[in-house]
Structures are given as structure tokens and as C-alpha cells.
């Protein structure tokens, strides 16, 4: 317990924090933060099990977040029967040269020894398959958007429990960092970082664009959700019986019929925000409590002894006859698969896909302010980390405007100065969190949490 005590101080000052939130503003805001808190921090392990265990760069965790939504989409939304039948046959068949070329290039780098001949013939297969995807596809997907744009104008997904789209988003993020990581991981590290932001671009452009897969930037609303609806709740007899016994005593002090009743009303909404709120909250903590005990236990485990090794000497491990390439394809993998959870949560949460919020050049950067403030290779300091930027995120504007009127309090409300710094208060997160950096790099270069080797 004694080696833990870093950890208990720095996670009970966090959970004080959110607490305070709850009293001094609403149990619901506070409930949404440690949600949001839960999401980032699952995030950062998946960008500290890369970085951290491994000491590979991935500045393209935006794509593998989107890759993760987008699975909620396919999964739970329900098929457009409409969209199917102009053009859903059409794309199956693309689907099918996709795979079909995938396998064809990886039989002829099998089979072919390099050459010439093997690079034409690979080339000829690109090329042929992207002309007949194209010939394809064009016209299916000039039918499927057509089919009432304002409401679907896509394909749909297969309206499966929701959950599911979680694992799904998982094997999305894994399938892409396999391709990238094949492509990719020999560069060296800078050019690793900019090759796999540049992919996250494209992933994110393509879902943007690509109206008949989900919608593009029209958005997906109305996404299905592993809990209740507020509106449900609302008006469900055993919800509004147990806030009233949970409020008895201050609905008792109210002799007003009207305002006993009008009281209980915003007592039901308040608190159906709450437990919906609670109901997310249940379900994030399972999955970051599970990939802790996971991570913790491969980190600790002679595997993760050896990607310590790889990450920390390359040339010695490989001397010693470890894999290099194969080991560290497979922890980009593991790493982006964690990602995708990750965004298959956010975007249950919301409730709402919406490709325009995915902007790898600023977020992915937050992500990785999470991991170095956290510790890098400590999994208690990714997780901190995301509970402490995510929180200086949200509180940043309320606590700026908090110091603003106060500082500003004898000067007129019509003042120049005060107008200007009350309607620039949301921009002082950037200010924070750029200082709380600093202030860690200084003090605590190796992150509040630093990686701890527990020799066994």
C-alpha cells in the first residue's frame, strides 16, 4: 500500500475536485466531466502503451477515435432499406475488390521474389482495381445519397445493441494501425509522427466527405445508448416516487400544492440527468478499471519486461534475438485498438456522430499532453492525466470568469477591459493548460505520476 501512496494522494485530490464541481455548480456537470475524464483517459492508455512501453510516436490517434464513432454508426443505426436497393449490392461488390486486391498483392510479395515484374504486376492490380471502383461505385453513390438526404442519404448500419459497436470500433482502429504499421513503422521517429498524422487526416476526410457511409458532415443523431432516455424516466411512476422519497423533506416544507408539484417536476429532470449520467459512468468505469488490471499486468509481465527492453535499447534486444518489427507492430495495433474503444464511448455518450469534431492537428496534441503530464509508461499516470487536463479543459472558462469578476469587480459592467477579458474567458483553457505544462516539464519532467520498474 506504502508504494502506492502517490497514487491514492493524486487520484483522492482529483476525485475531490470533481466533487467540489458537483457541489459548487451540479452533480450533473461533475457527472459529465468524470464521463469525459473516463473516455480521455482511456485514450491515453492506448497512446502509453504505444509511446510508453514501446517509445513509438502516433500522432494520429484523432483517426482511430473517428474509426471508433464510425462503428457506432455502422452498428447500431438501422439499415435504409431504400439505400440498400439503389446501390447497396454496388458496394458490397466494391468491398469485395478491396479484399480481393489485399489478398492478390499479399500472394504475389509471398510468392514472387522482388523484382520488377513483381512491382508492375502489383501496380496493375492497384490501378485496374481502383478504375473498377471507381466505374462501380460512382453511380451507386450518386442513388444512395439521393434517397432523402435531409433524413438519410446513406446506407445505415445493421441495428445491433449498441455495445457491441464498442469491440467493433476496436477491430476498425486495430485493421487500420495493421495496415499503417506495415507501411509505416520502419521510419524513423519524426517521420513516423508526421506519416501517421497525415493518415489521420485522410481517415478523418474520408468519413467527412463520404455522405453515403455516415452521413459526412451532416451528422448522425438520435444514436441508440446502453442506458435510459431522460424523457422515459421522466415520466416513469417508480422514477418520480423515488426522487420524491429522496426529496420528502424539502417537498414537506412546501405547503403550495402547485409549487409542491412544480418543484417535484424540476427534481425529475434534474435527477434524470444525473442517473442516466451514473448509468455511463457504471459502464466507462468497468472498461477503464479492465484495461488497467490488463495493462498493469502486461506491463509487468515478461513481455512487457521485453518491450521495455526494445524501447529502451533496440540494438541490444535484437541482438538478443528479439523481433523487433513483428513486436512492434503488434503493441501499434493493441494500442490504436484501445483508441477505438475509446471513440466508440464518446460517441455513444453524445449520442451523435459528428465527423467535423474529429481535428487531428489540435486534439491529437491534448491526448499527448495527457500522457506526459500523466507519467509516460505508468498506466496510474495515463489515466491521471487524462482526469486532470480534461478537467482544466472544461473548468478552464468558469474558473478564468470566476477570477475575471472578481479581479474586475469595481470597474463598470460597460467597462472596455472587463467586456473584452468576460468574452475571451473560454479561450484561457488554452492558457492553462499550456501553463500547467510548463509547470510539470519543470518540477516534474518525468509527469506526476513517473514510471515506477517493480522488480519481481
Known amino acids: 500500500m506504502k508504494k502506492y501512496s502517490n497514487v491514492i494522494a493524486a487520484y483522492s485530490i482529483m476525485l475531490m475536485l470533481i466533487i467540489l464541481v458537483g457541489i459548487f455548480q451540479s452533480w450533473s456537470i461533475a457527472l459529465s466531466i468524470f464521463n469525459y475524464c473516463m473516455i480521455s483517459a482511456v485514450m491515453t492508455m492506448g497512446a502509453n502503451i504505444q509511446w510508453g512501453y514501446a517509445g513509438l510516436i502516433n500522432f494520429g490517434i484523432m483517426g482511430y477515435t473517428a474509426l471508433g464513432g464510425l462503428a457506432v454508426v455502422l452498428v447500431s443505426v438501422a439499415p435504409v432499406p431504400e439505400s440498400w436497393r439503389v446501390g447497396g449490392l454496388n458496394m458490397m461488390t466494391c468491398l469485395a475488390l ?3 486486391m489485399i489478398f492478390s498483392i499479399k500472394y504475389i510479395l509471398k510468392k514472387i521474389q522482388k523484382s520488377k515484374k513483381r512491382n508492375y504486376l502489383i501496380a496493375a492490380i492497384i490501378f485496374i ?81 463520404e455522405d453515403w457511409l455516415a452521413r459526412g458532415v451532416k451528422n448522425v443523431i438520435g444514436l441508440k445508448r446502453p442506458a435510459p432516455y431522460e424523457i422515459d424516466l421522466q415520466t416513469s411512476s417508480w422514477f418520480i416516487n423515488l426522487v420524491e422519497r429522496l426529496h420528502s423533506t424539502k417537498l414537506a ?67 538478443m534475438g528479439k523481433n523487433i518489427v513483428k513486436q512492434h507492430l503488434f503493441i501499434f495495433i493493441l494500442g490504436s485498438a484501445i483508441v477505438g474503444i475509446a471513440g466508440a464511448m464518446m460517441v455513444t455518450n453524445d449520442g ?30 495515463a489515466i491521471l492525466g487524462g482526469f486532470v487536463v480534461w478537467f482544466l479543459w472544461v473548468q478552464a472558462a468558469p474558473m478564468a470568469l470566476f477570477f475575471i469578476n472578481l479581479s474586475t469587480a469595481h470597474l463598470p459592467e460597460t467597462n472596455a477591459l472587463r467586456v473584452h477579458l468576460i468574452e475571451t474567458a473560454p479561450y484561457f483553457r488554452f492558457l492553462l493548460v499550456g501553463i500547467g505544462l510548463l509547470l510539470i516539464m519543470r518540477f516534474r519532467p518525468q509527469g506526476i505520476l513517473p514510471e515506477k520498474i517493480i522488480k519481481q
Open 352 to 381: 451523435l456522430f459528428t465527423p467535423g469534431s474529429y481535428r487531428p492537428m489540435r486534439y491529437t496534441f491534448v491526448i499527448w499532453v495527457m500522457v506526459i503530464v500523466g507519467g509516460t509508461g505508468n498506466n496510474f499516470g
Open 98 to 100: 478491396i479484399i480481393g
Open 253 to 319: 416544507a412546501i405547503n403550495s400544492l402547485s409549487e409542491k408539484q412544480e418543484l417535484l417536476n424540476q427534481l425529475v429532470i434534474n435527477a434524470s440527468s444525473v442517473y442516466v449520467k451514473l448509468c455511463f459512468a457504471g459502464m466507462f468505469l468497468v472498461v477503464v478499471i479492465t484495461l488497467l488490471i490488463v495493462t498493469q499486468k502486461a506491463l509487468y509481465s515478461p513481455w512487457g519486461r521485453m518491450m521495455r527492453a526494445i524501447r529502451d535499447n533496440e540494438e541490444a534486444a535484437s541482438a
Open 129 to 209: 482495381g481502383l478504375i473498377l471502383i471507381k466505374l462501380i461505385s460512382g453511380p451507386a453513390i450518386e442513388r444512395i445519397e439521393a434517397v432523402e438526404p435531409a433524413k438519410f442519404g446513406f446506407l445505415g448500419g445493421l441495428g445491433m445493441p449498441v455495445l457491441f459497436s464498442w469491440i467493433v470500433g476496436a477491430f476498425f482502429a486495430a485493421g487500420l494501425a495493421y495496415i499503417v504499421g506495415k507501411v509505416a513503422l520502419g521510419l524513423r521517429a519524426d517521420y513516423l509522427a508526421i506519416a501517421t498524422l497525415l493518415i489521420a487526416e485522410i481517415v478523418v476526410s474520408i468519413i467527412k466527405h
